[in-house]
């Protein structure tokens, strides 16, 4: 990752970001509307993870860039 610049961090985190969005509303959906089992939640959770990893890359890469533009 050192070797990307800050925008294409920011663009490799945020489609992870977007993409894990769309597959956890699908599943929430799914979740929301049949009776399912175990398997189902545990996706749900995994998705909400991948979702937070994206969110979480993004500030990080953000936060990174304020703190080298200070110093």
């Given at each position: 990752?050192?070797?990307?610049?800050?925008?294409?961090?920011?663009l490799?985190?945020?489609?992870?970001?977007?993409?894990s969005?769309?597959?956890?509303?699908?599943?929430?959906?799914a979740v929301?509307?049949?009776?399912?089992g175990?398997?189902s939640?545990?996706?749900?959770?995994?998705?909400?993870?991948m979702?937070?990893?994206?969110?979480g890359?993004?500030?990080?890469?953000?936060?990174?860039?304020?703190?080298e533009?200070g110093?």
């Amino acid at each position: 990752m050192n070797k990307f610049s800050y925008r294409s961090r920011i663009l490799y985190f945020a489609l992870i970001a977007f993409f894990s969005l769309g597959f956890f509303l699908l599943q929430l959906y799914a979740v929301m509307n049949n009776e399912v089992g175990t398997g189902s939640y545990v996706l749900l959770v995994l998705w909400g993870l991948m979702v937070a990893f994206g969110l979480g890359g993004i500030f990080y890469t953000m936060a990174k860039r304020k703190k080298e533009r200070g110093q």
